[in-house]
């Protein structure tokens, strides 16, 4: 019985070929179109011959990419792709069940002695100096492993228990390709009984130049001081010199923050609307992040994840089709960002098209822009095609050439672009990304670092799950948001929470029917919350009479027939105490990251001293203490002609940087 090709489901079918010829193959079977005969020997030898002319042959002890067809094609053809399913569908019917999805193992267990098979000598030594000097990996078992190296940049999924023939690396080399070996050791450095983790061979990284240190310090209490207010071109002009400094230390991902730092002051220096004060205190706090788990470096914590690669530069597409994955849309004081995800069909990377929106006059705090209308507006500058955002997230585009930031944005030049529609077969869509087993995917999140201490990737945590059914969905009136309750095949459960905004009720109540319906995925941010897996919903797969039809919540229009709108009662949110004394907090720190310590008055000391007692009164501790000294200091300004700004602005660092951690945590 050839156990590797019971395995292979038509995702790995797909990896080692490509979409087009597993879907041509599946059709002529199961229409009909073609048969052929089966034959298997003793050895393991499998032969079909079939009706359209050519005979297949997949020796014993041969992996399907050495077998043979007596079709013209020099590549791994259709016909031995057909002949895989037709084996598979011979060995269900004789043993009357379908082959047993292989349960999770342990790549790890691969011996050196198969690897030694398919790699010379020399090439082993060179990857095991490689793996000693340091690689980072996120390792995740199950029925499918994945090693996702962060350095050297590439995804390896082992596709068949214990043998290396069948891998698919996004690097594009014939499997199995350097980087397996590499993955290998990798899932041996993970603790039994651990379902994934991070894993690093590095040392513990050179430290950094203490003046490179003493400079970002700098820049960081010039501004608490003086605030986006007060600060100067000067100032800006040294956050630049900085910037250039920390990307030759090898600080790739402090010095984009640095750039996002100074991108923040020029909007707000040239009462730009897009300036975004929120925004502004979520960079902040990353950076003071970022800096303390450089300098306190205790080795738990990868440095290439805090640091970044030495040289992040953006990825050359060539023609590639991108599958339309969603949207979202996140408002903030300033301004509205709509961002659309897509999926490269081969390699399995997300990108990512985004655009902001200032609001028409942010002092008198108008409405956000209906969301719907934002969807209508173009995605893709420069494609010579008016492709809506709304037109991305749902279709399939294909793009001559472009360019993936190393955030993962998608920048597409005049080479040219063409959109259609797709079918929702997201079962087929490469994993990682996919994520049927939501037990899986918890225990991969839940080993990693908050998001503010990884890579700065737009789609660091964007997934889709498989669901197989839907409990309880409802719009919660306390929490002004739709709820239900996700469960995968396997059992596993995860909730669904989408917000509620006026300006996307539409898409509220065109969830809330989606969700009365069969769903079949749903994409979205996920996040480990209280225990449990959360996906903030960009889109929802639906089985319907006439085909899958796709629900885009943050944008969509209510639908005509809806009969959800009746259950959503927007009104005035209803927060707990604890979310409203985070809410105050955010606020008054917007306020004095603008005003800066320097020129914060009396009514600001009031302010923060009232919010160190509601701190307190909901056992947020050690924020009411680092209130406390920020209270403290102020009122010491006022009684001293010569005020040390030092320690209000180490106090008011610390509240930045506990307020980002906050954030990351999501709701829940």
Request: glycine content about 8%; aromatic content about 4%.
């Amino acid at each position: 019985m050839r156990n590797d090709l019971l395995s292979l489901t038509p995702d790995d079918l797909a990896a080692l070929t490509n979409r087009g010829v597993v879907k041509k193959a599946q059709r002529e079977l199961d229409d009909a179109e073609v048969s052929g005969t089966v034959a298997e020997d003793a050895a393991g030898t499998l032969t079909v011959t079939w009706s359209d002319g050519p005979t297949s042959t997949i020796a014993a002890g041969s992996a399907l990419k050495d077998g043979r067809c007596t079709c013209p094609s020099a590549t791994l053809c259709r016909h031995l792709v057909r002949t895989v399913l037709a084996y598979q569908k011979s060995h269900a019917a004789v043993a009357e069940t379908p082959p047993t999805p292989a349960g999770p193992w342990n790549p790890g267990d691969i011996p050196d002695d198969a690897l030694a098979k398919h790699f010379r000598p020399a090439a082993l030594s060179r990857q095991r100096a490689l793996f000693e000097a340091g690689v980072v990996a996120e390792v995740s078992r199950g029925a499918k492993p994945v090693a996702r190296f962060h350095h050297p940049q590439a995804t390896v999924r082992f596709l068949v228990p214990g043998d290396v023939r069948y891998t698919h690396c996004d690097c594009g080399e014939e499997a199995p390709c350097p980087h397996v070996p590499l993955a290998v050791w990798a899932f041996r450095r993970l603790p039994d009984g651990d379902a994934a983790g991070l894993v690093s061979t590095a040392g513990r990284a050179e430290p950094v130049a203490a003046d490179l240190i003493a400079e970002l310090d700098g820049v960081v209490a010039a501004l608490l001081e003086s605030g986006f207010s007060g600060a100067t071109p000067p100032w800006a002009d040294r956050v630049t010199r900085l910037q250039a400094r920390c990307r030759t230390a090898g600080l790739a991902w402090p010095a984009d923050i640095l750039e996002d730092l100074a991108d923040q002051y020029r909007k707000y220096a040239t009462h730009d609307a897009a300036y975004a004060p929120d925004r502004a205190a979520e960079v902040l706090g990353e950076l003071l992040l970022r800096r303390d788990a450089i300098v306190h470096d205790t080795g738990a914590l990868p440095q290439l994840l805090v640091r970044g690669s030495t040289s992040p530069t953006n990825g050359t597409l060539g023609k590639t089709s991108l599958v339309g994955l969603g949207c979202r849309v996140t408002v903030g004081h300033r301004g509205t960002e709509i961002v659309a995800y897509l999926q490269d069909s081969d390699t399995g990377g997300v990108v990512v098209v985004t655009k902001e929106t200032p609001h028409p006059d942010p002092a008198t705090n108008p409405p956000p822009a209906d969301f719907a209308r934002l969807a209508h507006s173009q995605a893709l500058k420069g494609s010579g095609k008016p492709f809506t955002f709304r037109d991305v997230a749902r279709g399939q585009l294909l793009i001559e050439a472009g360019q993936r930031t190393p955030a993962g944005v998608l920048k597409v030049g005049r080479a040219g672009a063409s959109l259609q529609p797709q079918a929702y077969a997201w079962e087929a869509l490469p994993p990682p990304t996919l994520a049927e087993d939501y037990a899986t995917l918890r225990a991969r999140l839940a080993a990693l670092p908050p998001s503010c201490l990884r890579p700065r990737r737009a789609a660091e945590d964007f997934f889709v799950l498989a669901v197989r059914a839907v409990v309880a969905p409802h719009f919660d009136g306390p929490s002004q948001a739709t709820l239900a309750t996700l469960v995968d095949p396997a059992g596993n459960t995860a909730t669904l929470r989408h917000p509620y905004a006026d300006a996307g009720k539409g898409g509220t109540e065109a969830l809330l029917a989606a969700l009365a319906g069969p769903v079949k995925f749903v994409s979205g941010v996920v996040r480990v919350a209280q225990g449990g897996l959360t996906i903030e919903p960009c889109a929802v797969v639906v089985e319907m009479q006439r085909g899958r039809e796709v629900v885009l919540p943050c944008i969509d229009a209510a639908p005509a027939d809806s009969v959800s709108a009746a259950a959503v009662t927007p009104g005035g949110e209803s927060r707990d105490p604890l979310t409203t004394v985070l809410a105050s907090m955010q606020i008054a720190l917007e306020e004095l990251l603008v005003v800066g310590l320097r020129r914060a008055d009396a009514a600001a000391e009031r302010r923060w001293l009232e919010l160190q007692r509601e701190a307190e009164s909901v056992g947020l501790t050690q924020f009411g203490g680092l209130v406390a000294k920020l209270v403290e200091s102020l009122a010491e300004k006022r009684r001293t002609p010569r005020w040390d700004a030092g320690p209000a602005g180490v106090a008011l660092g610390r509240i930045v940087a506990l307020m980002r951690l906050v954030r990351d945590a999501g709701p829940g």
